[in-house]
């Protein structure tokens, strides 16, 4: 996750440790891993900690070209709606080619939370 240059912007910060990771896998399994401490990870190593993790107890994802809806099977009703944009070219200060901003759905069709993604190498 890449820092938002207008933190502002979010109305709510539900997961406020600053360095975070994803990683969306084509079984539908999607990991994350955030902390409090700066540190750097190649796709290989986040590939092989998340392989650690239970499938049964991973939440899911699903994608329909515009959204990303995540459900956790521990969490009964659980469920997140992402809106999903990626940056076809440079936009200086915010974004680079390639980063994907996603949007937090609050349940009523209003963005409350923007998370700013790059992919790690």
Known sequence: MVELPKKE?????PWPQPYQWFAFYEDGKVYSMM????GSHT????DELFKTLPKSR???YTY????????NPDIKNYQEVWGVNLFARDVEGLAKKGDII????????NAIYYRLLRRVE
């Not at 912007?9 to 910060?13: A, E, Y």
């Not at 902390?35 to 700066?38: E, H, I, Q």
């Not at 996603?102 to 069709?109: V, W």
């Open 9 to 13: 912007v979010n109305q709510v910060d």
């Open 35 to 38: 902390t409090s401490m700066d």
């Open 43 to 46: 796709a290989k190593e986040l």
């Open 58 to 60: 991973t939440p899911n």
């Open 64 to 71: 329909d070209g515009q959204f990303i809806t995540i459900d």
């Open 102 to 109: 996603m949007s937090l759905d609050d349940g009523k069709g």
